[in-house]
């Protein structure tokens, strides 16, 4: 008897080593894309600074880039402030309603509520952001209306409410998916001490998965940043360096949406307004997504 | 789930002497837990409510001008005549070259990181870099993808306002979804099944074809599914690629330029005249009618081939 | 009279710094079954994956010494692994079905080193089948899905997967510790009818069914081949204290 273990270099042995490179190729395909967007960002982000100084940028209380000739003013703040307005009254409604779901859903509800409530959640993460806006614009403002008469039509109210919606169940399912992660016995061992529901809830299992609700508030709050129909819909195209949010603003999202689609020419001064913009959005939700990986890394308590 | 804890399991106090736990106390505390798993509730229901009011306000403004004329007729600037035509006819050629370049490149990664781990320090290094690249790429602000595709596509590889420039942006855009899914896919696959398979002298790469992306499948394709669903529902981006608002045509090639569902529906969304938030508001319902036939495939899918 | 089909010379093996396997030599011969016994990592079942570089998959491990079937060194450059375990098949501790039909999962072996025809696979799968002592149970739903048998037709089918290619040697890393008694001598009886045809190591955790099944025992302790000889020399009359130790349950 005997056995033969050698083989001539046949195509499968070719093959599997072209399928190595290739699969790496496609795999890199992601990093050109981020290296593309950077590079992108930042070419006509510097040619834009070539014209505009730095410190305008960022002083300049008014920013009105799509007007003519020496009206042209480029202050990011307005547009700043925009946004931040809109993403705080966002999290005031997101966040408590988010995470009372999270703790509701981890510790409180039945599996048959369960079994209702998470898809009709991942419905509502799945319906897109034009109908959310066509939400606020047609059924939130007019409803305010009756409460606030002084409400513009277009205001950061209402898009900060229904971005606020929209980012719910962000902040619901990924805050329970950390509470779900705290082991049983923990929560055992609280209620053999004889604790109530709620004090299991709020003094176990909440500290025990406090990373994971934070890096889902960052997460959340970010997506509200860098969240594009609503604003541009329901919140108004009028730079504003205030808090007032009855009045209508703009976000640095909106106006990236109404610089492009306006009819501005390749080489003018606005058209890199838009890099300007776009990389400030950038890198703001990029240290918030670096932030919120921080934290779940970092204070992530180990279980097994 | 504290499974195992079904109901308050606060246990009355048992001692009779002692005087310092008095069981008003632990009275109050039960009510209070009760009283907050009433608040909770309510506070989760928020969301359904939402999601009702949302989908009645819709349905009644939007079902008295659906009709088959809105779904095979162009936009116009006559409510009654205007119709959806164009928009689903793009978003339809824009998911077709999107589904496929997004599976194949996003299976592709998925099977580089998960199968193939590379053990020297550089190409360690760079699995490491990809992953990371890819968390971080799936957090980018869709606007940002529709500055690169703008740039990108549009412009420096001169493919114009086309069909094609905005598939590529989405393709771009719902690629680190479907690594995601894959991965998670692939990563559920028993370790068992591999070893087996190369036990009896398959390649690794016979064993990925036949054993390993057979078993991930499933998973695969329920995450590719609402992968896709996000691109069909996708507006910014394409708004900064140029696609426009308002056009009599259907593409008939990929160079064509196009126009999509949410873009027409922003655009009626922006006309001050009422009948167009109608008209917006029917263009909506067409849109959820896809998304969610696609979620409950992909939920079909998934309770179908779930393994115990 | 028998031929010499494994023979294992001065053979060492690290997980990095760690030393897994100590200078283990002895021979193998040829349509026997050979029992690896000895106490949870002692590297019995290190040693059965270096036979069909099982251990190849796992990083930074290396191997020193050379380790011969039929006379080729198996660590060879220009031995192809796929068709190093094509001959030296392995059976696992846990049934591993794939999850597809009974006749898939036998007939995958035959497919994936290039045999397409329907006739010759279908009997390729009736003669597994029959040597798993299979069939009887099987041959009437053959469609089924793999994962429906019970845990001990579940191993047997691994079994006759495994004999599907038509391996020289097989390889059982505990195969019945997952199973119930009787599916255990019915696995037992197997191994008598299997080793008229094929060479067998098998790894157990259980000294009686070493002692049932096997023709050679060799004692691992430590990452060391503390003894190897005949099954009953090695049972009834140790040589070493250490064996004497363990096969009378004072350790391990």
Redesign the interface.
């Known amino acids: 008897?005997?056995?033969?273990?050698?083989?001539p270099p046949s195509w499968?042995n070719v093959?599997?080593k072209g399928?190595?490179v290739?699969?790496?190729c496609?795999?890199?395909?992601?990093?050109f894309?981020?290296l593309?967007?950077l590079i992108?960002?930042f070419v006509?982000t510097t040619s834009f600074f070539n014209e505009i100084p730095l410190f305008h940028f960022f002083t300049e209380t008014e920013w009105t880039a799509l007007f003519s000739g020496d009206q042209q003013k480029f202050g990011i703040l307005p547009l700043i402030i925009g946004t931040c307005l809109v993403t705080l009254i966002a999290a005031a409604i997101a966040i408590?309603?988010g995470l009372?779901?999270a703790?509701?859903?981890?510790?409180?509800?039945h599996?048959r509520i369960?079994r209702i409530?998470k898809?009709?959640?991942?419905?509502?993460a799945?319906?897109?952001?034009?109908?959310y806006?066509?939400?606020a614009?047609?059924?939130v403002t007019p409803t305010l209306k009756n409460f606030i008469p002084s409400l513009e039509t277009f205001n950061a109210l209402s898009a900060g409410i229904v971005v606020g919606?929209m980012i719910?169940?962000m902040i619901?399912s990924l805050s329970e998916d950390a509470m779900?992660s705290v082991p049983?016995r923990i929560?055992?061992a609280a209620?053999?001490l004889?604790?109530?529901?709620?004090?299991?809830?709020l003094r176990v299992v909440l500290p025990a998965a406090i990373s994971g609700i934070i890096a889902s508030f960052v997460?959340a709050l970010?997506?509200a940043?860098?969240?594009?129909?609503i604003v541009?819909?329901a919140a108004g195209a009028t730079p504003h360096l205030s808090f007032d949010p009855t009045v209508s603003i703009q976000t640095m999202?909106a106006y990236?949406?109404q610089a492009?689609?306006g009819d501005i020419s390749?080489e003018s001064i606005a058209y890199k307004s838009?890099?300007a913009v776009?990389i400030t959005?950038?890198c703001m939700?990029?240290l918030?997504?670096?932030f919120a990986?921080f934290i779940s890394r970092r204070f992530r308590e180990e279980y097994e | 789930m504290p499974e195992s804890a079904t109901k308050e399991q606060t246990i009355p106090v048992l001692s009779t002497d002692s005087k310092t736990s008095s069981s008003s106390n632990v009275k109050y505390r039960r009510m209070k837990s009760k009283l907050a798993h009433l608040l909770f509730l309510l506070s989760t229901w928020m969301g359904v409510v939402v999601l009702a009011v949302l989908l009645i306000d819709i349905a009644r403004r939007g079902l008295p001008w659906l009709s088959l004329d809105f779904l095979d007729s162009f936009a116009s600037r006559i409510p009654e005549r205007a119709g959806l035509k164009a928009g689903i006819w793009g978003s339809i050629w824009m998911i077709l070259i999107t589904a496929p370049l997004a599976f194949i490149i996003g299976v592709a990664t998925a099977v580089f990181l998960e199968e193939y781990r590379l053990n020297s320090k550089w190409g360690g290094r760079i699995q490491r870099l990809i992953q990371l690249n890819i968390n971080n790429l799936a957090g980018v602000p869709s606007i940002v993808f529709g500055i690169l595709g703008l740039t990108l596509f549009v412009r420096q590889i001169n493919l114009g306002k086309s069909v094609l420039a905005g598939a590529l942006t989405m393709t771009l855009l719902i690629l680190p979804i479907i690594v995601v899914a894959a991965r998670e896919a692939i990563a559920s696959v028993p370790q068992s099944l591999r070893l087996a398979s190369m036990a009896m002298g398959a390649t690794r790469l016979q064993t990925i074809w036949r054993v390993v992306l057979p078993y991930a499948f499933p998973g695969i394709l329920t995450g590719t599914i609402l992968a896709l669903s996000r691109a069909i529902g996708e507006t910014a981006p394409l708004i900064m690629i140029g696609a426009v608002t308002f056009l009599a045509f259907t593409p008939s090639s990929v160079m064509d330029m196009f126009t999509v569902m949410p873009i027409q529906i922003y655009n009626w969304t922006s006309q001050p005249k009422e009948e167009f938030a109608n008209l917006a508001a029917a263009g909506i319902i067409v849109l959820l009618f896809v998304l969610l036939s696609m979620n409950a495939l992909a939920i079909f899918l998934r309770n179908k081939f779930r393994r115990s | 009279m028998q031929q010499v089909a494994i023979s294992i010379e001065s053979c060492s093996l690290y997980y990095g710094e760690k030393q897994a396997l100590n200078d283990i030599t002895f021979e193998i011969q040829e349509k026997s079954v050979t029992a690896l016994i000895g106490p949870s990592g002692c590297g019995k079942s290190t040693f059965l994956r270096t036979l069909n570089r099982m251990n190849d998959l796992i990083p930074d491990v290396t191997l020193t010494g050379k380790i011969k079937i039929y006379d080729q060194d198996i660590y060879d450059k220009t031995v192809d692994v796929e068709m190093l375990r094509k001959e030296v098949g392995m059976v696992f501790q846990a049934p591993n079905p794939f999850p597809k039909s009974i006749y898939e999962n036998v007939a995958y072996g035959p497919r994936i080193h290039g045999i397409t025809k329907k006739s010759e696979l279908d009997e390729i799968v009736e003669t597994s089948l029959r040597q798993a002592a299979l069939w009887d149970e099987v041959k009437d739903r053959l469609k089924d899905r793999a994962t429906g048998l019970s845990g001990g037709q579940q191993q047997r089918l691994c079994i006759a997967r495994t004999l599907a290619v038509k391996p020289k040697v097989l390889l059982m890393d505990e195969p019945t510790s997952a199973l119930d008694p009787i599916s255990t001598s019915k696995i037992e009886e197997l191994l008598q009818e299997l080793k008229r045809h094929y060479t067998i190591v098998i790894v157990t955790h259980n000294m009686q069914q070493a002692g049932r099944v096997s023709d050679q025992t060799a004692f691992f302790l430590n990452g060391n081949l503390v003894e190897f000889d005949n099954t009953k020399q090695l049972f009834s009359n140790p040589q070493k204290k250490e064996t004497e130790d363990y096969i009378t349950g004072r350790f391990g």
């Open positions: 008897m005997n056995a033969q273990f050698r083989k499968r093959l599997e399928v190595v290739g699969l790496a496609c795999a890199l395909i992601s990093v894309t981020t593309a967007i992108t960002l006509e408590p309603i009372t779901s703790i509701y859903l981890s510790e409180f509800a599996d369960r409530i898809p009709i959640l991942e419905v509502l799945g319906i897109p952001t034009i109908v806006g066509f939400f614009v047609t059924l919606i719910i169940p619901a779900m049983n929560r055992e209620y053999g004889g604790s109530t529901r709620l004090e299991v809830a997460l970010s997506r940043i860098g969240e594009t129909m541009t819909i999202t990236i949406v492009a689609t390749y838009i890099y776009g959005l950038f939700t990029f918030m997504n670096i990986e």
